[in-house]
């Protein structure tokens, strides 16, 4: 794949949006097995000895460049205020997941499917790399529905559902998970915080995610030559 465009997409905000959310369900999956049961049950129970069977796409390195571009586009439209809405399937996410450099640790990892106004994702996780966890030779095999929202400059991405190895997630977790903004830590980036910022909102309906720009004034300026945008 073009290495110029990987970079030239990196940094953009579901890069750093859907590994957040990721990888904040995997520390709160990990920190409460640590700290509500003994640690060799939990293992035995809750993971397994082998990596859970992902879905792959087939998309080709040219796809996925096309891809990169057709977000770098929108970034740069977003940024001179004159952005039309960014559609992105199933079939992108998982382009991303699978070409994108900022996706490396997800790659073989994750899987996300877009159904309805839900995403759903599944993850097959080696345990050395879960926080407060060490299981050397077993995984995390799970699968999570998610809703997803921007309002008002807000992300707010919740935990619907939870399966772990084929068994439904302990009420008293999803009571706990089911409050929480998983997208919290996404505007510690200033680059996601500054595009976020810059949208109107991000949907998930009939299967898609849509991202819509904020209309611009008609008195506002554009961008001033040289500004760093995003």
């Known amino acids: 794949m073009n290495s110029e465009h990987a970079n030239r997409g990196r940094g953009c905000f579901f890069y750093g949006c859907l590994a957040a959310v990721v990888i ?3 520390a709160m999956i990990g920190g409460y097995l640590a700290i509500r049961h003994v640690l060799n049950q939990a293992l035995t129970k809750y993971t397994d000895t082998a990596p859970l069977v ?18 770098r586009v929108f970034k740069d439209a977003l940024t001179a205020g004159n952005a039309s809405p960014l559609v992105i399937g199933t079939r992108d996410l998982n382009t991303l997941i699978a070409f994108s450099p ?5 790659k073989g990892k994750a899987y996300v499917s ?4 839900r995403l ?3 993850i097959s996780l080696p345990l050395d790399q879960v926080p407060l966890l060490g299981g050397r030779g077993r995984y995390l095999n799970g699968e999570a529905s998610i809703k997803a929202s921007l309002e008002n400059g807000v992300l707010m991405v919740t935990l619907d ?10 009420a008293e977790l999803m009571a706990a ?13 200033a680059d996601n915080a500054r595009i976020l910022s810059r949208l109107e909102s991000i949907t998930i309906q009939d299967g898609q995610l849509v991202i819509r720009p904020r209309s611009k004034p008609a008195d506002q300026p554009g961008p001033s030559p040289g500004s760093s945008g995003f």
Do not use: C, H, M, W
Request: charged residues 35%; proline residues 5%.
């Open 161 to 170: 559902a939870l399966r772990v190895k084929g068994q439904d997630a302990p």
């Open 102 to 106: 900022d996706f490396k640790d997800l």
């Open 114 to 117: 877009i159904e309805g106004d």
């Open 177 to 189: 998970l089911r409050k929480e903004n998983l997208a919290r830590d996404v505007y510690r980036n």
């Open 54 to 71: 992902l879905p792959t796409v087939d998309a080709t390195p040219a796809e996925a460049d096309a891809l990169l571009e057709r977000v």
């Open 24 to 26: 904040s369900i995997v």
């Open 120 to 122: 759903r994702g599944q």
